[in-house]
T-cell receptor
Framework: AQSVAQPEDQVNVAEGNPLTVKCTYS??????LFWYVQYPNRGLQFLLK??????LVKGSYGFEAEFNKSQTSFHLKKPSALVSDSALYFC????????????????FGKGTKLSVKP | DSGVTQTPKHLITATGQRVTLRCSPR?????VYWYQQSLDQGLQFLIQ???????AKGNILERFSAQQFPDLHSELNLSSLELGDSALYFC???????????????FGPGTRLTVL
């Protein structure tokens, strides 16, 4: 069965420091991986996705993620955290069981709460 | 703003009742997905429609059903509601062009359902 794991329930960083939110995956076939962010009382906002190609993916708001096939990881990173980055972050993998063409539902991790202190 | 709209924003109802949640996808998107977010189950896929037809099912209860209309908006119907159905229900849409690049799903703001 396909899955993603976010091993940390919460990550605390100081403003200006680099941040990493961890994600590992388990898939059969090619992994299509996504990161979303959820601010309080808001929907999920797309940050970035890995489909193929360069292992370093750049996304919105200065975030990037590094795909590592040997470690089956897709960690989200940002060089310098902002207080406004405080939110809930979700890693997701496309469910290969239910896909056709470009489509397929997402399987989400449990989320990591990022807290950035001034 | 993702371009996906959901109504209502909040819904409070009683056990045993039936409610309908509405979603309008981004302009041009053919696929609509429904997800449920709860504290104990996290974010779970319920059902997908593509251009009016059911495409995939996830952990959707038999008491729940959905449909997608010719104008591509979708409705999720929840009946015989139980306390445990209280959750945030999200709709997402994507382009859904078969054979194209892997679609990104864009999420609406959600409908918060409270069953009392």
């Amino acid at each position: 069965a396909q899955s993603v794991a976010q091993p940390e329930d919460q990550v605390n960083v100081a403003e200006g420091n680099p941040l990493t939110v961890k994600c590992t995956y388990s898939v059969s076939g090619n992994p299509y991986l996504f990161w979303y962010v959820q601010y309080p009382n808001r929907g999920l906002q797309f940050l970035l996705k890995y489909i193929t190609g360069d292992n370093l993916v750049k996304g919105s708001y200065g975030f990037e993620a590094e795909f590592n096939k040997s470690q089956t990881s897709f960690h989200l990173k940002k060089p310098s955290a902002l207080v406004s980055d405080s939110a809930l972050y979700f890693c997701a993998v496309r469910d290969a069981k239910n896909y056709g063409g470009s489509q397929g539902n997402l399987i989400f991790g449990k989320g990591t709460k990022l807290s950035v202190k001034p | 703003d993702s371009g996906v709209t959901q109504t209502p924003k909040h819904l409070i109802t009683a056990t045993g009742q039936r409610v309908t949640l509405r979603c309008s996808p981004r302009s041009g998107d053919l696929s609509v997905y429904w997800y449920q977010q709860s504290l104990d189950q996290g974010l779970q896929f319920l059902i997908q429609y593509y251009n009016g037809e059911e495409r995939a099912k996830g952990n959707i209860l038999e008491r729940f059903s959905a449909q997608q209309f010719p104008d591509l908006h979708s409705e999720l119907n929840l009946s015989s509601l139980e306390l445990g159905d209280s959750a945030l229900y999200f709709c997402a849409s994507s382009g859904g062009l078969a054979g194209g690049t892997i679609d990104t799903q864009y999420f609406g703001p959600g409908t918060r359902l409270t069953v009392l």
